[in-house]
């Protein structure tokens, strides 16, 4: 998943999933409900989290530890999501630290780190959050342009051919992956990339070629090996996936990989009309659960429910219909999870603590970001 490098804080690695229509064949069956029993009260979760991390925001203005820039951005981007604005002292000291990791380069990233990538992508998110007066105009810009230049073509010495076109690594020459990738997309979209943008169709072609699917945009060895719509970490370099291996060499999908991977879908300009866009959502109603990271249990549950959030935001729809009938209110599900998992402190914490999810800066984070997406008011 994704390998987060505490700062990259997302060493995420990741990721998540969606999927839909299985259910054109139960068209004319009865839809049961799967409604929360009870709806949570995401303005006192929020609250509730928000003072956690004000206590533990370091003086310099990080959190966690100054050169996790991943960290702080991601914490700073929640709180703006949260309802919190930028002049805000706790959000106004996280913005300036970002701002003291910018580089000459147009990056924004620790001395010496290795997540320039994840680093300067959760960054220019928070500065988006932050931009209602334009005001970091010109440093989204420089960093658009530094990340453009990290993005795995010809200018990394491949041709269009190579499993790694179009994707992101952390950054240093390093092989792109699914999670590094949504990463970049999302980034390049909060800098206001178009979905036709020479970059973004780069990224479609990497993420074409994350997807279990047998398609002419897929020319992958794994391609056909399992071939059930859902993504994995990457085909570059000879390809790997979290969840393991099939005897044959298939790389297994899961699910904050196959939510990343129609969340990017989505944001290249794809719809249900495409065959990929419909192959990962009926990977997601087969394999739809808010209980575990489908394909590796509990690792990476809180990226994923990060992402979850996100990907079924971009797919635009209110409930969602899994393979059995039953109708979701996702919104209401991910909520009452939540609430169901946040300490009496506030905080969340994964006892599965891989990806730096025993962090609880980088888990609450998570999750401020999932609930703003859940937030219907």
């Given at each position: 998943?994704f ?36 709806s ?16 533990t ?13 991943g ?73 658009e ?45 909060e ?44 085909p570059a ?132 970001m ?8």
């Amino acid at each position: 998943m994704f390998r987060l490098t505490l700062i990259t804080l997302l060493g995420f690695s990741v990721a998540v999933a969606a999927d839909e229509s299985q259910s054109s064949a139960k068209a004319g069956a009865a839809v049961q409900s799967n409604d929360a029993n009870a709806s949570p009260d995401i303005a006192s979760m929020q609250k509730k989290a928000l003072q956690f991390l004000r206590v533990t925001q370091g003086p310099d203005g990080s959190w966690t530890k100054n050169d996790f820039v991943g960290v702080t951005g991601l914490v700073t981007t929640s709180l703006l999501r949260s309802g919190l604005t930028a002049d805000d002292p706790m959000v106004e000291a996280g913005l300036a630290n970002l701002m003291s990791h910018v580089k000459s380069d147009g990056g924004i990233y620790a001395t010496g780190s290795l997540h320039r990538n994840y680093e300067t992508c959760i960054a220019i998110m928070a500065f988006a959050e932050a931009n209602e007066d334009g005001h970091y105009d010109g440093q989204i810009k420089k960093a658009e342009q530094f990340l453009r230049g990290l993005q795995w073509d010809q200018g990394e010495g491949i041709e269009s051919s190579d499993p790694s076109w179009g994707g992101g690594g952390y950054g240093s020459h390093q092989r792109p992956d699914m999670s590094n990738t949504q990463f970049l997309m999302e980034a390049l979209k909060e800098a206001g990339v178009k979905s036709d943008d020479p970059a973004m169709q780069k990224i479609l072609v990497f993420v074409s070629r994350s997807q279990n699917l047998e398609t002419s945009h897929n020319d992958t060895k794994f391609a056909g090996k399992i071939n059930d719509g859902g993504f994995y970490y990457t085909p570059a370099a000879g390809g790997e996936s979290k969840a393991g291996v099939t005897d044959d060499g298939g790389l297994r999908s899961y699910a904050s990989m196959t939510y990343a991977g129609l969340k990017s879908l989505i944001y290249a300009g794809l719809d249900d009309g495409d065959v990929r866009v419909k192959a990962a959502k009926e990977w997601i109603q087969k394999n739809y659960t808010l209980k575990e990271n489908p394909g590796v249990g509990q690792q990476g549950l809180f990226y994923y429910f990060h992402t979850f959030a996100k990907t079924m935001t971009a797919v635009g729809d209110e409930e969602f219909v899994d393979d059995k009938g039953v109708r979701h209110e996702w919104k209401a599900e991910l909520a009452q999870r939540l609430s169901e998992l946040q300490r009496p402190n506030g905080s969340w914490i994964n006892p599965a603590d891989r990806w730096y999810e025993g962090d609880p800066n980088l888990v609450s984070a998570y999750c401020l970001m999932a609930l703003s997406y859940c937030d219907t008011e």
